[in-house]
């Protein structure tokens, strides 16, 4: 009986340890995102509330959120800010270069993460950061 105790407790240990280490590393779900603040570097942020604008952005970031992404701070110069909202709450945040893109972490702790992209990765965001003036000029 204490055997089968023991390994109960054990195993309740495991399932502990691992869903501690696994909850600040979590990415947060974006299926309540109402609206998409983006700005390029430099320049006054668009805020872009249409459904459809909306929906099609978070789907492109669906998509890459699907392949594996670089755990872990990647230094940029030069980029866009794309933050998804819930009404006025912030869900997420991302920084985005042609061939870079960044997802950064409110919760301090919590990681970053990167991945390479192509120029066909993010078409409905690169159309409105293209609409976007860019104030600074970057190397």
């Not at 495991?14 to 990415?27: K, Y």
């Given at each position: 009986m204490s055997l089968k105790l023991s390994l109960l407790a054990g195993a309740?240990?495991?399932?502990?340890?691992?869903?501690?280490?696994?909850?600040?590393?979590?990415?947060?779900?974006?299926?309540?995102?109402?609206?998409?603040?983006?700005?390029n570097y430099g320049a006054p942020s668009r805020l872009v509330q249409q459904r459809t604008e909306v929906d099609q952005i978070v789907e492109e970031l669906g998509q890459l959120r699907k392949k594996p992404w670089r755990r872990g701070d990647t230094k940029m110069r030069c980029y866009a800010t794309v933050v998804l909202l819930d009404g006025e709450r912030p869900l997420?945040?991302?920084?985005?270069?042609?061939?870079?893109?960044?997802?950064?972490?409110?919760?301090?702790?919590?990681?970053?993460?990167?991945?390479?992209?192509?120029d066909t990765?993010?078409?409905?965001?690169?159309?409105?950061?293209?609409?976007?003036?860019?104030?600074?000029?970057?190397?």
């Open positions: 309740l240990l495991v399932l502990a340890a691992v869903t501690a280490s696994a909850a600040p590393n979590e990415r947060p779900v974006l299926t309540s995102v109402t609206a998409v603040r983006a700005a997420a945040t991302f920084r985005v270069r042609p061939d870079l893109i960044v997802e950064r972490p409110f919760e301090k702790g919590a990681s970053s993460y990167s991945l390479k992209i192509t990765d993010l078409p409905a965001l690169t159309k409105l950061l293209g609409e976007i003036p860019i104030v600074k000029k970057c190397d």
